[in-house]
């Protein structure tokens, strides 16, 4: 994951709540192994109508979406994250988030930014004035900025999903360095695991 | 001090490392992983040189997008036969135990870990699957999680952290005889909130959870996601012990008694503190049916389809609004009225055996109406062979409905069990979201029973209307 500090860019207003990872990204998309290619998939059952704000040509571009309350619940599908980063977007502002949706987030660098109802109705307000105008989110000082517009916030993240963010870091990596702790774990713990239980073709074993 | 809950044992007894200002490294005593949410994490763990640390504490089902259609047909579109290989060759790479289509434990994931007896009481289990809060019903913390930390624990059966809230949800009394799991746990949502769960294990306690079998509990478990937490546990009992006896992962003889001991343990201590708690009177509730299009839109099956004005907050007035609109519904019609061209049987939700004999009771000598479409879609090849041993096959087949083959079927979607656009489906799954199960498909989440009556009726229907 790369390290993400300054994220300045234009904003588009979903002005949707509940948008749920099904709508994000439907399962049909879901049946492909790669990591790639999800963009074309982001949205895709609103991406028809051509009044849908993704097809509005003010709002092209865009790479910050400011989204309505709950955004991101449901299914556990990172899936989502991609085709949204793969369509352009580097970070996400609404009232709250899904909890898989932000934890999947904060693994690939997507930054999701949780404002108050009002500051998001204040945002929409701003881009949709002037869709040419510049959002900063500064992950190291936790704030989003309207510059040409005097507006700012402070906004509160989970400390460690900051810490990644600003590191760029390798989550494994960092676990694996605990490696004698979880060896020790594993020496200590009595719950069963699935030796004995199933041969090589997957049958259960009678015992 | 106040004793701990049932959340803070399971956590307790996992901790790995708790370095200061960092997240606490949990142990991951079972990964279930599944075609979807894994090509992608097994490709990272090769890109990286590593292995799969614990091969023996993983294990894989073909669920999602597996065909329902008879084992003979081919699989035709060659995506999803793409990532049904991918996922068997993956498992061979790293020496993980799966269960591909047609195999004799195949099924869903979250059916197939308490009936082969590997969910077990005291564990930590995640899934690449938000529904993995199933598993909690039999007092394991399980929870759903994304493709990253589905290859973290690959690579080192641990997770990361941050310790959730506690919420006890009690229902208290009886429900009356026409109440399913389904319903009580529809009416929790309801109650809840689509967000109302977050940052929350929810505990399910009160005589009326008690009372569930383990296939209830399950059920309720299932769709804790649905209020937004990420898992949901009931206390081990003596319900819970019976199930588990002689399933072919649980200890056999006198090694079951003594982890049967240590799985008592398992409850929250009497004095234990909770951040929040709700309760909810059983004698209440009734049959629900959902409306609209997040689970939490529910409405009694004898009641109507709310109007925008019932609500006050201008934000949940339009989301009522689009809800409607999606749906083709207007306000006030009532829902028995409401009539479907599809109903699904099936899902992690309500596809176990208790549930298929509760849908077989309502059916039995009746017939499909006329123009709806009714599938059956077992949870499991145990399941589907279970119920075929009791002739619940032929009971759905002689009434119109299809019998298929295990999986996740019409519940999301990824198969070619799908709604066409404009359908209207009553479906025992968990969610209602917009093309959830097909492209411009409309979905109405109901209980197994009613879901049969429906079938009969051709409208939203109660058992009771089916023998009269």
Not at chain 2, 74 to 85: A, F, G, N
Request: proline share 5%.
């Amino acid at each position: 994951m790369k390290p993400v500090h300054v994220l300045e860019g234009r904003g588009v207003p979903l002005e949707r709540s509940d948008v749920d990872t099904d709508q994000i990204i439907p399962s049909d998309w879901l049946k492909r192994v790669e990591r790639t290619g999800f963009g074309r998939g982001l949205f895709s059952e609103w991406r028809d109508d051509t009044n849908f704000v993704l097809n509005q040509a003010q709002f092209a571009g865009a790479t910050i979406l400011l989204a309505g309350p709950r955004f991101g619940t449901g299914s556990s599908r990172e899936h989502a994250v991609w085709a949204l980063m793969d369509y352009g977007f580097d970070a996400i502002i609404a009232p709250s988030f899904g909890d898989i949706f932000r934890n999947n987030s904060s693994k690939q660098g997507l930054v999701t930014v949780q404002l108050s109802v009002k500051d998001v109705e204040d945002l929409n307000e701003l881009v949709k004035d002037d869709p040419a105008r510049l959002l900063v989110i500064d992950v190291e000082r936790l704030s989003v900025e309207v510059p040409d517009a005097g507006w700012h916030r402070a906004f509160v993240l989970d400390p460690m999903i900051r810490e990644r963010l600003l590191g760029g870091w390798d989550d494994i990596g960092i676990s694996l360095r605990r490696e004698d702790a979880i060896t020790r774990y594993e020496t200590m713990s009595v719950t069963p695991n699935l030796v004995g239980v199933f041969d090589d073709a997957g049958h259960a074993r009678s015992r | 001090m106040a004793g701990k809950t049932l959340y803070e044992k399971l956590w307790d007894s996992h901790v790995v490392a708790a370095p200061e200002g960092e997240p606490t490294l949990l142990y991951i005593d079972l990964h279930l992983v599944h075609e979807v949410t894994s090509p992608q994490a097994f490709d990272g763990l090769r890109l990286n040189d590593r292995r799969v640390r614990r091969p023996d504490r993983t294990l894989a089902t073909a669920d999602h997008n597996v065909p329902t259609d008879p084992l003979s047909t081919p699989i035709s579109d060659p995506v999803s036969k793409r990532q049904l290989e991918a996922l068997d060759e993956n498992c061979k790479e790293f020496g993980i135990t799966v269960f591909p289509r047609g195999h004799e434990n195949q099924g869903i994931v979250h059916v197939i870990g308490p009936e082969l007896g590997v969910t077990q009481p005291g564990m930590t289990i995640v899934c690449g699957d938000s529904h993995t809060s199933t598993h909690g019903a039999l007092g394991s913390l399980a929870f759903g999680i994304g493709t990253s930390e589905v290859e973290h624990v690959l690579a080192t059966q641990t997770l990361p952290q941050q310790k959730s809230k506690t919420m006890s949800v009690s229902i208290e009394g009886s429900p009356p005889a026409n109440v399913s799991a389904k319903d009580i746990v529809l009416a929790i949502v309801g109650r809840l909130g689509t967000g109302g769960g977050a940052g929350y294990v929810i505990e399910y306690r009160g005589e009326a959870i008690r009372s569930l079998s383990m296939e209830g509990r399950m059920t309720v478990c299932n769709m804790s996601i649905e209020a937004g937490a990420r898992a949901g546990l009931v206390a081990v009992d003596e319900t819970t012990i019976d199930y588990l006896r002689g399933r072919p992962g649980v200890p056999q003889g006198d090694e079951f008694d003594v982890a049967a001991e240590r799985w008592r343990t398992y409850v929250s201590d009497d004095d234990a503190h909770f951040d929040q708690e709700i309760t909810l009177d059983a004698a209440e509730l009734v049959p629900f049916v959902t409306w609209g299009t997040n689970p939490a839109q529910v409405v009694a099956l004898d009641g109507v389809v709310p109007s925008p004005d019932d609500v006050h907050d201008s934000d949940e007035k339009s989301t009522v609004q689009r809800a409607l609109e999606y749906m083709d519904l207007a306000p006030g019609t009532p829902l028995r009225s409401i009539p479907v061209d599809v109903v699904f049987i099936g899902s992690c939700t309500n596809s176990r055996i208790e549930d298929l004999r509760a849908a077989a009771s309502v059916v039995r000598g009746s017939q499909v109406h006329h123009g709806v479409r009714a599938l059956v879609v077992p949870g499991s090849r145990r399941v589907k062979t279970q119920a075929e041993a009791e002739g619940l096959d032929q009971v759905f087949l002689d009434a119109g409905f299809e019998w298929r083959e295990p999986g996740c079927s019409m519940c999301l979607g990824m198969n070619s069990d799908i709604l066409t656009p404009g359908q209207r489906c009553a479906s025992t799954s968990n969610r209602n979201f917009e093309g959830r199960q097909g492209r411009g498909g409309r979905t109405h989440l109901v209980s197994p029973v009613v879901a049969a009556a429906t079938a009969i009726m051709g409208r939203f229907a109660s058992p009771s209307e089916v023998s009269a």
